[in-house]
């Protein structure tokens, strides 16, 4: 079943989502760079659950709306989205800034959650640990710290990019600032609340992820003793997309 496109007006933002599948629902937030394409895992996913994958506000297509100050209002936002669709038993799943915002949610309310996949978050600070600053990171750079396997590096970096692709980056390089540029890509209030997380929660990080070092994992691990933690080899920033098979296994464990 072919994903389709949808807009949702709610809280004075257009949020644009692409949307596959039956069953239990799934939504999938992504990172700083969205997901401006349908790929191969969501469609996996989309084989076992109702996957959702929206523009975070700020990104893609989706609107940047004047109430987003901060990450606190991302949460808010979707713990409205889900009531307004009527969504129940979500497995959350976020990657990079999309696992921050998912903790930002979780730690509010859980109780339209199943389950809880952070996949690379950002949001913590672990001692000893240095994330890459990705607002000063030229973009080839950045390309080559995403992923481990070098092909799927120069695959990156020979993708064309269109007048409207190039607005988009602007658009998500701009809401990733205004979300994380002080202090530098997390909520020094979040890790004293992580605690009532009270859904199952799984932890994926690539062992060699050049962005968010895996010691971050090692850190959110401490402070959610209960939570799994799966470290993939031979993997980057992107597990999703780089051990895609190996990723949707981990999902579909934690989601049946």
Not at 56 to 68: A, C, F, I, T, V
Not at 131 to 146: G, K, S, T, V
Not at 194 to 212: E, F, K, Y
Request: glycine fraction near 8%; charge should be negative.
């Amino acid at each position: 079943m072919p994903f389709t496109d949808h807009f949702i007006e709610l809280g004075g933002c257009k949020l644009h989502l692409r949307r596959s599948g039956s069953g239990r629902p799934l939504v999938f937030l992504p990172g700083a760079s969205g997901e401006p394409v349908v790929l191969p895992f969501m469609e996996k996913l989309a084989t076992r659950f109702d996957v959702l994958v929206p523009d975070n506000p700020g990104y893609g297509q989706s609107d940047e709306p004047e109430w987003l100050e901060n990450i606190h209002d991302v949460a808010y936002f979707y713990l409205d989205l889900f009531a307004h669709l009527k969504l129940r038993e979500v497995v959350l799943v976020g990657a990079s800034m999309g696992g921050w915002m998912a903790m930002e949610i979780a730690v509010r309310n859980t109780s339209r959650l199943h389950c809880l996949m952070l996949v690379a978050p950002a949001g913590i600070r672990a001692p000893g640990v240095e994330p890459a600053d990705i607002f000063l990171l030229p973009p080839e750079d950045m390309a080559r710290r995403l992923f481990h396997d070098p092909k799927l590096v120069e695959q990156r970096l020979a993708m064309p990019m269109s007048p409207e692709a190039i607005d988009l980056a602007l658009k998500n390089r701009h809401t990733t600032a205004r979300l994380a540029w002080e202090p530098r890509l997390h909520d020094p209030y979040l890790a004293k609340w992580l605690h009532r997380i009270d859904v199952p929660v799984s932890i994926v990080w690539g062992a060699q992820d050049r962005i968010l070092p895996v010691g971050i994992g090692h850190e959110l691990k401490r402070l959610l003793p209960r939570a799994e933690l799966h470290l993939i080899e031979a993997c980057g920033h992107r597990p999703q997309e780089e051990k895609a098979a190996e990723f949707c296994e981990l999902v579909f464990r934690l989601g049946r």
